[in-house]
């Protein structure tokens, strides 16, 4: 997956580590996916040490709804 319209240059991805291993990930500071177990922990491997942008990938890659699309609105499942 890469970023051809530069959506994703405005870091509009964060996430956060909760006490109990999961990742909350928003999209412009709307939850949108929470991974818990082995889903969490792949997470935290693969964006360690990454820069900003390619971060980003990795948070769009892992919410699922970012790869058709349609990250220009609330994304699928979220409110």
Known sequence: MDDRRGKLNDEV???RL???GRVMIAWRNRHV???KGLNAQKFIRQIEGLDPHAAQLV???ATGNFK???E???PEGSA
């Open 68 to 70: 058709r699309g349609n």
């Open 33 to 35: 996916v929470t991974l």
């Open 59 to 61: 948070m769009a890659r």
């Open 13 to 15: 991805f964060t996430y």
């Open 72 to 74: 220009h609105g609330t």
């Open 18 to 20: 909760t006490k109990d």
